[in-house]
Structures are given as structure tokens and as C-alpha cells.
């Protein structure tokens, strides 16, 4: 598999430093708010690479950070008079619900930065022994970004041209103005931890670095997150990190594009900022994956409700052609020419899905690979067919949308009570022979706006 590495500026082939084994860490939310759509899409990008990966047989460890330490929280909880734990934890719960209904699978760890204040404040001491770092009379104590010369080589920054857009502040105690807070001194209002530096709380770039290190070591395969994190967060990060240690952080680094709103940077002034909450509203967010996969994840994202709408429709296609697998009508005769080339063509299929997500994780080639198995599939079952042969379709259809992370079971709609009343009296007429009766009701379920399935596993309503 070859991955684009934002370090190198080009694709270069995935290799572990443990055969067999990824170490990968993600970074996450900070737990004041509901994520936003933006905040899905990394969520969605890096969960689809780890599904893959484990899908090609790699023992992946997934670290994903919770920020419960930070501005926001802060000010959040003192608005409401209560604790930042308060504030954390409640969206840290209403994360996972929008994590699980865009089919993001659970963190092998999802580490919090106040969890770690012990491994935070040793690698800041550390800092500070190897001259990296200096305390200040406030208690904050600065990263000396000039004492890290590779500095800039994440983000093709250039120091000078830095220095010359850095704000001066007078009363700031750095050294330089490009220096930035490994700890932060305590102030009134805000909680604090003692440190040899006096009571105070970490900056938000050690705290990556301080979680990252401690689940996975010094050194592992995959750093990721959002386009707008490599400078000068991803930055930071590395120039703390390899300072402390003299070893490479990350080996790869992967950043997805970033979300516009209807062909606008999305902003919270121009009133087109939305959470995921408020789209779960109005679609099904396995529809949201689905648009978002349908771009490549370097690529920016355009978000519209008439293209999520598409997706909707395009996801309908694959669970419709889902169904006729489920439906389809078995003969008993053994594989004949046409089966065994339906069975080749599954192969190729195979063959291409793998070609795509190993060309840099492209899911939108791949996306594409799968509606030519919807077409294939769904001409297929057009007659009787051996079990064999819709067996291997089944199962290959339900592995590649597993890979993608789209549900192939529609979410649960309320059933109108008359109408559930009326599909158990149509299978009452069912065992009792009564085929007209049962005829009956299946055309009064259509004409109240539901078609009747039915299946190896019983009868179901589709909505028409």
C-alpha cells in the first residue's frame, strides 16, 4: 500500500516498523461542544484507513486523543458553574453517539490529556534539562523553537519568514516571539496541577505528544488529522517530540482536505456552521459517509444537502442491490459457464476495490469498483441462480461496504401501529394458507406507502 506522506510531499510505500503491526494516533476532538461536520471528516478518513488495514491483515493500535483541558472548556464550565470534567465528559459521551451513527469505530485507546499531567510535566522537564525548553517568572515555560533547527520541515515554513509575521507582544516573557507553551501558570478561575514550575495546566501541543509517546513509544508508523492542523500544531509537535528523544516521531504523516459549505469556508459568522448532531437530523449520517468518501481524502469537500441527497440515493442503490442478493431465487443446479464468470467478474471487482484503497487510500475509485458490482449483481439475479455464486456475492458486497464503514441496513423507521398490525395479519393469513387474504393486505400495505419483502428471515416493510 502506498500512502501520501505530508513529511516527504509524496506517495511513499506503507512499512511498518513492527511487520506485521500499525501504531497509529489521530488527533481528536476538544470536548466542549458536539463535533462539527468538519470534525467528521477525519474522524471518517482515518477510520476508513484503519478498517482497511485490518481488512489487509494488519494488528492495528488506534490511539485517538480527547482535549479535556483548554480555553473553551474552561470558560464553558465557569459559565455554567461547574467542573471541566463536568463539561468533558457529557461531550465526550454525545461525541461517541455521533461517532457510532457515522459508523466510526471505538479508539483501541482514546487517551485525555489530564489523564497524562504526570507524563505531560516529565516530558517538559525533559525539555528543560536538554535546554530545549526555559521557565519564566509566571510559571509558563516556553519551547525554544530556534534550539530545534529542522524546525519547519512538516509544513515547508521557513523560520525567517516566520520571525518577520510573528506578533510582539511587551508584556510577553519568551525569549522569541516564535517560542510557544509547553505549561501554562496557573491563573484565577482556572484549574491547575502542581509542577516543578508552580501550579499550572499544559499547552495543547505537548499534550499530543506526551499521550502519543507514552501508548506508543518514542517513534511509530502514522501520525494524523485535519489539513488545518500542520502548522503549527502537527509542527510543534514534532519539534518537542524529536528534541526529547533524538528519534523520528512519526514515520508517515497523513492530513484530509478541508469541508467547505456550499462553496464557502465554513463559519460560524456566516451562519453555515453545522454539527453533526443537527445533519442527523435530517439525513442518515451513513449518506454522510458515503459523500464524504466519495472525494479523495486530500482533496477538499464540498458540502451541500443536495449532494448529501445523492449519496442518500447512491447508498439506496447498494442496499437495494443488497436486498435482491438476500431475495434472490436459488436453483439447484451445479455452476454452469455464465456462474463461473459472474464468479470471476466478483474477482476482478476484488482485485480493483484493493488496486484503489492501496493507491492511497482512494475510496472515491473505489466507491466507483463498487457500483459496478451493484450493476454486475443486480443482473445476475434477474433469473434462478446457484447458492454458491450468490453466497460469494453476498459475502463480498458486505466486505467491501464493511471496509468503507456503510451500513447496509437502512436506519429504523417508526412503523405506524396500523400498519404493523396489518403485516402480522398478513403473515396470520400466510400460515394459515389463506394466500388471498395475505394478497389483500400486501396491496392495502402499498397503497399506504409500504412494499412487503419477503425474506429468509421473515417478512419486511420497505418504504416506496
Same mark, same amino acid.
Given at each position: 500500500m502506498y500512502v501520501y506522506n505530508t513529511m516527504t510531499r509524496k506517495k511513499e510505500e506503507l512499512v511498518p516498523l513492527i511487520p506485521g503491526k500499525i501504531s497509529m494516533y489521530v488527533c481528536g476532538p476538544t470536548v466542549y461542544n458536539f463535533i462539527h461536520i468538519g470534525n467528521a471528516r477525519p474522524l471518517v478518513v482515518f477510520d476508513?484507513?484503519?478498517?482497511?488495514?485490518e481488512y489487509r491483515g494488519f494488528e492495528v493500535t488506534?490511539?485517538?486523543?480527547? #482535549?479535556?483541558?483548554? &480555553? +473553551?472548556?474552561?470558560?464553558? *464550565?465557569?459559565?455554567? $458553574?461547574?467542573?471541566? !470534567?463536568?463539561?468533558s465528559e457529557r461531550f465526550i459521551g454525545e461525541y461517541f453517539t455521533d461517532a457510532d451513527a457515522l459508523g466510526v469505530e471505538h479508539a483501541t485507546v482514546n487517551p485525555k490529556a489530564t489523564e497524562h499531567i504526570s507524563d505531560i510535566i516529565a516530558l517538559v522537564q525533559k525539555l528543560v534539562d536538554l535546554g530545549h525548553a526555559y521557565?519564566?517568572? /509566571?510559571?509558563?515555560?516556553?519551547?525554544?523553537?530556534? /534550539?530545534?533547527?529542522?524546525? $519547519?520541515?512538516? @509544513? !515547508?515554513?521557513?523560520?525567517? &519568514?516566520?520571525?518577520?509575521? *510573528?506578533?510582539?507582544?511587551? #508584556?510577553?516573557? +519568551?525569549? &522569541?516571539?516564535?517560542?510557544f507553551a509547553l505549561w501554562k501558570g496557573a491563573k484565577v478561575g482556572e484549574p491547575a496541577w502542581p509542577s516543578p514550575w508552580g501550579?499550572?495546566?499544559?499547552?495543547?501541543?505537548?499534550?499530543? @505528544? *506526551?499521550? @502519543?509517546m507514552d501508548i506508543l513509544g518514542p517513534s511509530f508508523d502514522i501520525h494524523a488529522g485535519g489539513q488545518d492542523l500542520i502548522f503549527p500544531h502537527h509542527e510543534n509537535e514534532i519539534a518537542q517530540s524529536e528534541a526529547a528523544t533524538g528519534k523520528p516521531f512519526a514515520h508517515y504523516w497523513m492530513h484530509n482536505g478541508y469541508i467547505n459549505i456550499d462553496n464557502q469556508k465554513m463559519s460560524k459568522s456566516l451562519g453555515n456552521f453545522f454539527t453533526v448532531r443537527d445533519i442527523s437530523k435530517e439525513f442518515d449520517l451513513s449518506a454522510v459517509r458515503m459523500f464524504m468518501l466519495g472525494v479523495h481524502y486530500r482533496n477538499p469537500v464540498n458540502f451541500s444537502r443536495e449532494l448529501i441527497r445523492q449519496a442518500e440515493t447512491a447508498l439506496e442503490r447498494i442496499r437495494t442491490a443488497s436486498d435482491r442478493l438476500e431475495e434472490a431465487r436459488l436453483c439447484k443446479n451445479k455452476l454452469k459457464p455464465d456462474d463461473e464468470a459472474f464468479l470471476a467478474e466478483l474477482k476482478t471487482i476484488y482485485d480493483r476495490f484493493i488496486a484503489a484503497m492501496d493507491d492511497d487510500l482512494n475510496t472515491a475509485d473505489a466507491i466507483g469498483v463498487l457500483f459496478d458490482m451493484v450493476r454486475i449483481c443486480n443482473a445476475y439475479v434477474a433469473e434462478p441462480r446457484?447458492? &454458491?455464486?450468490?453466497?460469494? *456475492?453476498?459475502?463480498?458486497?458486505?466486505?467491501? #461496504?464493511?471496509?468503507?464503514?456503510?451500513?447496509?441496513e437502512r436506519p429504523a423507521e417508526a412503523v405506524p401501529e396500523d400498519v404493523s398490525e396489518l403485516l402480522d395479519a398478513r403473515q396470520q393469513a400466510r400460515s394459515s394458507k389463506d394466500f388471498k387474504r395475505a394478497d389483500e393486505i400486501r396491496d392495502a400495505l402499498k397503497e399506504m406507502g409500504y412494499a412487503v419483502l419477503d425474506t429468509p428471515q421473515g417478512a419486511k416493510l420497505k418504504r416506496l
Open positions: 476508513t484507513l484503519r478498517r482497511y488495514l488506534f490511539v485517538q486523543n480527547f #482535549t479535556d483541558i483548554d &480555553d +473553551k472548556i474552561i470558560n464553558k *464550565a465557569n459559565a455554567e $458553574g461547574v467542573t471541566i !470534567g463536568d463539561v521557565p519564566v517568572a /509566571s510559571g509558563d515555560v516556553y519551547f525554544a523553537v530556534r /534550539s530545534y533547527p529542522a524546525y $519547519g520541515k512538516l @509544513s !515547508g515554513q521557513n523560520i525567517e &519568514d516566520l520571525e518577520n509575521g *510573528a506578533r510582539v507582544d511587551p #508584556t510577553d516573557e +519568551k525569549r &522569541d516571539p516564535l517560542d501550579m499550572g495546566r499544559p499547552g495543547w501541543h505537548i499534550e499530543c @505528544s *506526551a499521550m @502519543s446457484p447458492k &454458491d455464486a450468490i453466497e460469494a *456475492a453476498k459475502k463480498l458486497l458486505h466486505e467491501l #461496504t464493511e471496509v468503507l464503514g456503510l451500513k447496509l
